[in-house]
């Protein structure tokens, strides 16, 4: 899918809440010892940065359970319209399904996204957005993932090579709160310094 004409001022960006997923506490060490604590906090955390009319492109895991209700409830309690790239917990709990086009903004696999930015020598920046980190991707794009749940605690075996045109925008990489374009952009450029000088 391919999105563009998105206002960077509202863009915010995220993946790998896994609301109503006990066992995620516990695998990602997270700091919540109970799930209705954990999906409390995640909603406030989500509704401090992202305001009322954002852009959220969610890149996947985004819910452990297929109860329309429930997901419908816990989507009117998010500020923004979410743009849901398919995780493999969104496909196993088939949020695939016809009717999760209307909860969500759109449901698909992945995402091209171009951002019109002036301070950029080519006016735009490019982005490509899947669940899975990507080894190899198209040219000039920046490749945003989630499903490694990056930081401190991740898992050695999923860790993901750092690379200055890839970055990991899940909760557990971002202070557990979504990530805006300009705090994004602030990172990717510290990479590729850090990689290019």
């Keep these: 899918m391919k ?9 915010y960006f995220t993946s790998d809440h896994h609301f109503f ?44 359970t297929g109860n329309i209700d429930w997901i419908k409830n816990l989507v009117s309690q998010l500020n923004g319209s979410i743009h849901l790239v398919l995780g ?9 399904r016809e009717v999760f ?6 449901v698909s696999d992945m995402i091209n996204l171009i951002v019109k930015d002036e301070e950029e020598s ?3 920046m490019n982005f490509i ?3 899975y980190p990507m080894m190899y991707w ?4 920046h490749h945003l993932h989630g499903h490694v749940h990056s930081g401190q605690w991740t898992n050695p075996s999923e860790r993901v090579p750092q690379h200055p045109m890839r970055y990991d925008i899940g909760i557990d990489n971002n202070d557990y709160k979504p990530i805006s374009y300009f705090e994004l952009k602030e990172k990717l450029n510290k990479l590729k310094q850090e990689e290019y000088g």
């Design 138 to 141: 198209r040219r000039g794009y």
């Design 129 to 131: 957005i899947s669940h």
């Design 101 to 106: 086009k209307s909860i969500f903004t759109s």
């Design 3 to 11: 999105l563009q004409n998105i206002n960077k001022e509202s863009l």
């Design 21 to 64: 997923h006990s066992n995620i506490i516990k695998f990602c060490n997270r700091p919540w010892g109970d799930i209705k604590i954990h999906d409390g906090a995640l909603i406030q955390n989500w509704n401090k940065v992202v305001p009322k009319d954002g852009v959220v492109i969610h890149a996947g895991d985004f819910v452990f």
């Design 122 to 124: 080519s006016k735009h």
């Design 88 to 96: 493999n917990h969104d496909y196993q709990n088939k949020l695939d």
